[in-house]
Nanobody
């Protein structure tokens, strides 16, 4: 059984930083070789933010976060991180961790999602 547990959300002022963590259990590099962060702002659809393969060789970012966010993995801890710098009010939303696949040069989602962690950026 796959379980994804996010942590690290909170309230931060614009220009500040947060680091989100996603502890993954039941996930292996064979079953789901990539992990991702998605986010959902109030009243909007869930959108892709960043993804990475467990071996760290491949990563991708949404244009809206490129240069400000950085995704990384700690295989020993089965944990994925999202370092978020230079935060803007439009980054506010619930951030979800997901386990999926790296196919044809991009992240492809599976059925596994975490419960989400709230990030609020004040202006």
């Amino acid at each position: 059984q796959v379980q994804l547990v996010e942590s690290g959300g909170g309230l931060v002022q614009a220009g500040g930083s947060l680091r989100l963590s996603c502890a993954a259990s039941g996930v292996t590099s064979f079953s789901n070789d990539a992990m991702a962060w998605f986010r959902q702002a109030p009243g909007k659809e869930r959108e892709f933010a960043a993804a990475i393969t467990w071996n760290g060789r491949n990563a991708s970012y949404a244009d809206s976060v490129k240069g400000r966010f950085s995704i990384s993995t700690d295989n020993a801890k089965n944990t994925v991180y999202l370092q978020m710098n230079s935060l803007k009010p439009e980054d506010t939303g619930v951030y979800y961790c997901a386990a999926g696949y790296w196919m044809r040069g991009r992240y492809s989602p599976s059925e596994w999602w975490g419960q989400g962690t709230q990030v609020t950026v004040s202006s």
